[in-house]
T-cell receptor, first 115, second 116 residues
Framework: ETGVTQSPTHLIKTRGQQVTLRCSSQ?????VSWYQQALGQGPQFIFQ???????GRGNFPPRFSGLQFPNYSSELNVNALELDDSALYLC??????????????FGPGTRLTVT | AQSVTQLDSQVPVFEEAPVELRCNYS??????LFWYVQYPNQGLQLLLK??????LVKGINGFEAEFNKSQTSFHLRKPSVHISDTAEYFC??????????????FGTGTRLTIIP
């Protein structure tokens, strides 16, 4: 069973640029959630995708957007990067229709640095 | 709205000593509670969860937690820690309204350092 994978591992961007982060969910999981973890903080919910539709959004501006594909992998896109976007971005997959209900499996994260 | 407070940002403990990491939550509805561990340069791993039933929950790596509704707490404990337990620990809450797809609200984390 393959776990949650994310790419790239690290990324350095300049303020104002755009970035795309990728996530492959655990085999059989149809739900992907994205979290932002700033240095020294707990993860904060950005949004969730369930069967290719957005299924809830946290307190993040519209320049944070996402996609989920038919194979349930997902992308997080951030436009017009700001310095405060520097963080670890975590992807978590889950499947509410299984015995693992309420369990989210996290990937290792993508460390984004905005200069 | 829900929130989670982890009262200790750092906890140093001698190897083989017991440890308790404190977590308090606030919510206007019934909650589900979780503890996650994050090792350096890694993602989060679920230690244990409370959904319903027995208030004492046992998890992986010898950890357990007790749900106390009256005190709105969900403290994590281990009777004897090991060097490998050095990590960041996060308490999280969800409101159970999304049929298993709820967002998690995390605390700010507690860094557990084991002293040899």
């Amino acid at each position: 069973e393959t776990g949650v994978t994310q790419s790239p591992t690290h990324l350095i961007k300049t303020r104002g640029q755009q970035v795309t982060l990728r996530c492959s969910s655990q085999s059989g999981h149809n739900t992907v959630s994205w979290y932002q973890q700033a240095l020294g903080q707990g993860p904060q919910f950005i949004f969730q995708y369930y069967r290719e539709e957005e299924n809830g959004r946290g307190n993040f501006p519209p320049r944070f957007s996402g996609l989920q594909f038919p194979n349930y992998s997902s992308e997080l896109n951030v436009n017009a990067l700001e310095l405060d976007d520097s963080a670890l971005y975590l992807c978590a997959s889950s499947h509410p229709g299984t015995s693992e209900i309420y369990e989210q499996y996290f990937g290792p994260g993508t460390r984004l640095t905005v200069t | 709205a829900q929130s989670v407070t982890q009262l200790d940002s750092q906890v140093p403990v001698f190897e083989e000593a017991p440890v308790e990491l404190r977590c308090n939550y606030s919510s206007s509805v019934s909650v589900y509670l979780f503890w996650y561990v994050q090792y350096p340069n890694q993602g989060l791993q679920l230690l244990l969860k409370y959904l319903s039933g027995s208030t004492l929950v046992k998890g992986i790596n010898g950890f357990e937690a007790e749900f106390n509704k009256s005190q709105t707490s969900f403290h994590l404990r281990k009777p004897s820690v090991h060097i490998s337990d050095t990590a960041e620990y996060f308490c999280a809450v969800s409101d159970g309204s999304g049929f298993g797809n709820e967002k998690l609200t995390f605390g700010t984390g507690t860094r557990l350092t084991i002293i040899p």
